[in-house]
Every structure is written in structure tokens, then in C-alpha cells.
């Protein structure tokens, strides 16, 4: 099977707070293409919460469901896709990612995370022993280390944008007028070896 990359198969990824449910369907209106919440569609498909299907089903099974929906969408162009915190862990949804669309990295410091996730309780991953609530540092030490695991694969994004620095219309303009120009580029390259 010859895979077929689709520049304009935008996928979002950051850590969670990074703003990428927030970003996603501001850039998808920017760019006139359309947006999906990965996490979204696995609870609608569910008929249950993530923090429902990592307890009853485990972290294993709905990686698979990611998958399966990942899957699904990397035949289609003109899609902006909010991934999931973790998705980028699992090998096979990573190489598919990166086989078939554009990955878009949405920086944020660990500070800035944790200000923003200080009071969110539906972030399995960002709890304590049998689900205790962390203090502010112990979620900031917390959101560091998952970030360290996972920067090798960030750093694979084609595109990154700092998003805990300015004002999210600036950021939706500057991730537009990047991916804009990427794909250009992508077009022309494609174009010059036909």
C-alpha cells in the first residue's frame, strides 16, 4: 500500500491545557477546514468518560480505541485534529500520525500547565496515589517528568508554537499563516517530483 501524506491533515498536539480544544476549532474556522476532539468522539462513541474508560477499561484499551480512530481519519485532508495528551506514546498511533498528516506541537510550560490544570479532576494521568488531588508543585513536578517522556516525540512536529505566551487570536493567526506555508512547500516538493 503506498502511503499518501495529506499536508492539510493537521494534527494538534501539546500537552493537556496547551489549548488545543480551545486553538483546534479556531484554526479549523481560519484555515476553512474541519475539527474533531479525538477525546470527543471516543466518549461520544463510548457513552462514557475517558476517566470512566481508563478506570473500568485501562489505559491499554482506550489507546486502541485511539487508534482505531486515528485509523479512520487519516484518509481525510482539510481536518484539524486535538489529539489526545498521551497519543503520541502509543508507537502505532505516532507512526501514523506521522505517516499521514502534518503534527503541530502547542508548547506550554509546565508552570503555566499547572496553573491551568490546578483544578481540573478529569485528567486521570494528573492525580496522585488512589486518585489524591496534588498540590500546585507536585502537579507542576508531575506535568515536567510526563513532558520529558514525552518531548522526543513533540519534537517530531513539523510545526510548533509557544501557547501560553500570547493571546489565543495571535496564536490561531501564527499557526495559520505556518501551516499555510507548509503546505505550499509540501505542494511544491510533491509537484517537483511528479
Given amino acids: 500500500m503506498t502511503v499518501k501524506k495529506h499536508p492539510s491533515l493537521i494534527f494538534l498536539t501539546g500537552f493537556s491545557g496547551s489549548g488545543k480544544s480551545t486553538i483546534g476549532p479556531l484554526l479549523a474556522n481560519s484555515l476553512g477546514y474541519e475539527f474533531i476532539d479525538i477525546d470527543h468522539l471516543i466518549e461520544k462513541n463510548a457513552g462514557k468518560s475517558i476517566t470512566r474508560i481508563f478506570a473500568e477499561d485501562g489505559e491499554k484499551y482506550f489507546r486502541n480505541v485511539e487508534f482505531d480512530i486515528l485509523t479512520g481519519l487519516v484518509e481525510q485532508n482539510n481536518l484539524v ?38 483544578n481540573k479532576t478529569d485528567r486521570p494521568l494528573l492525580k496522585g496515589e488512589n486518585g489524591r488531588k496534588l498540590s500546585r508543585e507536585e502537579l507542576e513536578q508531575k506535568i515536567e517528568s510526563i513532558i520529558a517522556k514525552r518531548q522526543p516525540r ?20 501564527e499557526l495559520t499563516r505556518k501551516i499555510e506555508r507548509f503546505i505550499r512547500k509540501v505542494s511544491a516538493a510533491a509537484g517537483n517530483n511528479e
Avoid at 501514523?96 to 496553573?115: E, F, W
Fill in 154 to 173: 513533540y519534537e517530531n512536529a513539523e510545526i510548533t508554537v509557544q501557547s501560553d505566551i500570547k493571546r489565543i487570536g495571535s496564536t490561531v493567526e
Fill in 81 to 118: 485534529v486535538s489529539l489526545g495528551g498521551g497519543v503520541l506514546e502509543n508507537d502505532r498511533s505516532f507512526e501514523l500520525i506521522k505517516q499521514y498528516g502534518t503534527l503541530v506541537y502547542l508548547k506550554s510550560s509546565s508552570r503555566i500547565l499547572a496553573k491551568r490544570l490546578c
